[in-house]
C-alpha cells in the first residue's frame, strides 16, 4: 500500500456534509444505544474500566462527570454539525465521546460496531473549516474520509480474523447463527432454527465476505455502491432477525459515497431561487460554478 | 475532471503525521486482532459473535426474575429501556455475581431510580435458561437457579 493511497484528492464538501450527519447520528447514539452510561453512573458497582481509562488514570463515572460529557457532546454535536468551529467543537466532541464510550463499555461488554464511528471523529476535526458549496479538492479530506473508509472496512476484516482466532474453523460449520436466534430471535427468523443447513450456508457466507471486504477499494462507481448496498441488505436482514443494527458502522459507509453531489443539488437549487427571485428568470437549468463531475482525481 | 478547480496539495510534515497516526492505530488492531481482548478496547479483537457454537452443545440464556412489593414474581427488562443494564453485562460478569450476588442490588438500584412508579423489587434471582441442541436442531430446555439476592 503506498503512502500516495493515503492522500486522494477529494472533495472538501463531502466533509462537510459528513459533519452534518456523523454530529447529530453521535447524539442519537448517545440517547439510543450507547444510552446506559448516564444511569450505571448512579450504580457503580460492576464498574471494571478498561485498559486505556485505567492507563489514563480516569476518574469512575459519577453523575456529574457523566452529565457534564452529556451537555458537552450535545452542545459540540450542535455547532460541529453546522461545520463552525470545526476544530474547537470537533476536538471536544472527539474527547467527550471517546470518555463516553470508554464508559459505556467499562460494565461487562463491549460493542464492536464504534471503530468507525471513533475514527471518524478523531479524523474529522483535522480539517478546518469547508462549505457544502465549495468545490474546492484536497489531499487533506482525502486523507480523513480514507481514514474513515479503513475503520469501516477493517470492522468486517477483522472480524473475520476473530471469529477464526476465537472460533476456529469450525465456526462457520457450527451453530452460532441458531445461537444468536435462540437468544434474541423474532418471528422472522426463529423459523429459520429447524433449516440448520441455511443458518450454516449464512455463516459460510458472512466469514468470507469479511474475509474479502476490503475488495470494496478496488471497486469503482456503480459496482463499488452495488457492494456497498449488499452490506446494507446484510444488516436489515440482521435487524430484522436478530435484533442487532450496527448503525454506528454502517453510516461511516457514508464516507465512500458522493455527498458532494448531494451538496452540489442544495446549492443548484438555491441559486436558482435566487435567480427567481432576483431577476424574474424563467427557470432555466443555471450553470453552477464548481459543480462539475465528481470523479476522484487521480495522482 | 474538475480541471480548473486545483486539489489542494498536504506538506510533507502535514503528509508525515497523518501516515504515522494511520500507522499507530492499524498497529494497534494488529496486535488487538492477534493478542488482545475485549478490555483493549477500541483496539481488541473485532469478537462479535466470535466463538464457535457445538451443533450438539448448549445454548445458555441469563435472565433475572424478581419477587415485587406488589407480590408479583416478574422478569427483569434487562434492556436499556428497562432498567438499563443489558443482558450482556450481567453475562459477561457471570462468575462475579455467583460469587458475590450482592452485585444484583445495583440492578435493583437502577429500577428504582429509572422506574419509581412501578411496584419495586425484593429478591432478586439470577436464572439460566439451558437449550440443548441436537444436530443444530434445538431440543428441549431447562432453567437452573445460579443465584438469589435479598434486595436491601
Keep these: 500500500m503506498s503512502a500516495r493511497w493515503w492522500f486522494p484528492a477529494e472533495p472538501v464538501a463531502r466533509i462537510a456534509v459528513l459533519r452534518a450527519v456523523i454530529y447529530p447520528f453521535v447524539v442519537l447514539d448517545m440517547f439510543l444505544f450507547v444510552n446506559d452510561v448516564i444511569p450505571k453512573a448512579d450504580a457503580p458497582g460492576l464498574y471494571a474500566p478498561i485498559v486505556i481509562p485505567r492507563f489514563l488514570h480516569l476518574p469512575a463515572p459519577n453523575p456529574v462527570l457523566v452529565h457534564t460529557l452529556q451537555v458537552l457532546l450535545i452542545a459540540g454535536c450542535a455547532v460541529a454539525a453546522t461545520g463552525r468551529l470545526p476544530r474547537l467543537a470537533g476536538w471536544t466532541v472527539a474527547v467527550c465521546y471517546q470518555w463516553w464510550i470508554f464508559i459505556g463499555m467499562s460494565y461487562g461488554k463491549v460493542d464492536h460496531d464504534h471503530l468507525a464511528l471513533l475514527v471518524a471523529l478523531w479524523v474529522l476535526p483535522t480539517l478546518g473549516r469547508v462549505r457544502w458549496d465549495s468545490a474546492r479538492r484536497s489531499e487533506a479530506a482525502g486523507w480523513a474520509l480514507r481514514c474513515i473508509q479503513v475503520a469501516v472496512v477493517l470492522t468486517y476484516f477483522l472480524a473475520a480474523f476473530a471469529k477464526i482466532r476465537h472460533g476456529g474453523w469450525d465456526w462457520a460449520n457450527g451453530a452460532v447463527f441458531t445461537w444468536s436466534i435462540e437468544r434474541r430471535g423474532s418471528m422472522l427468523a426463529d423459523p429459520l432454527v429447524n433449516l440448520p443447513w441455511v443458518l450454516v450456508a449464512g455463516q459460510w457466507m458472512l466469514l468470507v465476505a469479511e474475509f474479502t471486504s476490503p475488495v470494496v477499494f478496488a471497486l469503482r462507481g456503480r459496482a463499488q455502491a452495488v457492494y456497498i448496498g449488499g452490506w446494507m441488505v446484510f444488516h436489515v436482514v440482521t435487524y430484522a432477525a436478530i435484533g442487532i443494527h450496527f448503525l454506528p458502522t454502517v453510516v461511516c459507509w457514508l464516507a465512500f459515497a458522493p455527498l458532494e453531489k448531494l451538496a452540489g443539488r442544495v446549492r443548484a437549487r438555491s441559486l436558482l431561487g435566487r435567480q427567481r427571485a432576483g431577476w424574474g428568470a424563467a427557470g432555466q437549468p443555471v450553470p453552477v460554478v464548481g459543480d462539475q463531475s465528481v470523479q476522484p482525481v487521480r495522482d | ?152
Design chain 2, 1 to 152: 475532471m474538475s480541471g480548473d478547480v486545483e486539489a489542494v496539495r498536504l506538506g510533507s510534515r502535514a503528509r508525515a503525521w497523518r501516515l504515522a497516526a494511520a500507522a499507530a492505530v492499524l498497529l494497534a488492531l494488529a496486535y488487538g486482532t492477534i493478542w488482545g481482548a475485549d478490555r483493549h478496547f477500541p483496539f481488541g479483537p473485532m469478537v462479535q459473535f466470535a466463538f464457535s457454537v457445538d451443533p450438539n452443545g448448549q445454548i445458555r440464556s441469563v435472565f433475572v426474575e424478581a419477587d415485587t412489593t406488589a407480590g408479583d414474581r416478574v422478569q427483569v427488562p434487562l434492556t436499556s429501556e428497562g432498567v438499563g443494564i443489558p443482558r450482556a453485562e450481567i453475562e459477561g460478569q457471570l462468575p462475579a455475581i455467583e460469587n458475590d450476588p450482592s452485585l444484583l442490588q445495583v440492578i435493583a438500584i437502577a429500577q428504582r431510580h429509572r422506574h419509581p412508579e412501578q411496584p419495586q423489587y425484593r429478591r432478586l434471582y439470577l436464572m439460566v435458561d439451558i437449550i440443548q441442541l441436537h444436530d443444530r436442531r434445538p431440543t428441549g430446555h431447562e432453567i437452573n437457579q445460579l443465584a438469589v439476592w435479598d434486595v436491601r
